[in-house]
Nanobody, 124 residues
Framework: QVQLIESGGGLVQAGASLRLSCAAS????????MGWFRQAPGKEREFVAT????????YYADSVKGRFTISRSNAKNTVYLQMNSLKPEDTAVYYC?????????????????WGQGTQVTVSS
């Protein structure tokens, strides 16, 4: 079993930056691909970014490309999401997820473990 705990969310103004962290339990973190998803009120959970087990492959949703960066530290069992130039439409609960396949995927169904989420609110 893997536990994922997100942190770093908060209330910021448009144009600001935030860095989300997701700490994972267990010794097999280095084998997992990791992803970030988000869910705004009244909307479905959507893909944001993903990174392969090695960090060699990353993919982003078009809506965040060029503004968000996903990275990982296998030594710290942690994945990060650096969010720059935040917009009000980025407001959502952000979820971290782990895929035991090790392959970066944008498909929500490809993830086996999920965190509880952290709220990000961007005011205009």
């Amino acid at each position: 079993q893997v536990q994922l705990i997100e942190s770093g969310g908060g209330l910021v103004q448009a144009g600001a930056s935030l860095r989300l962290s997701c700490a994972a339990s267990g010794r097999t973190f280095r084998n997992y691909a990791m992803g970030w998803f988000r869910q705004a009120p009244g909307k479905e959970r959507e893909f944001v970014a993903t990174i392969s087990w090695s960090g060699g492959d990353t993919y982003y949703a078009d809506s965040v490309k060029g503004r968000f960066t996903i990275s990982r530290s296998n030594a710290k069992n942690t994945v990060y999401l650096q969010m720059n130039s935040l917009k009000p439409e980025d407001t959502a609960v952000y979820y971290c997820a782990a895929s035991t396949s090790g392959i970066a995927t944008m498909d929500r169904a490809g993830y086996d473990y999920w965190g509880q989420g952290t709220q990000v609110t961007v005011s205009s």
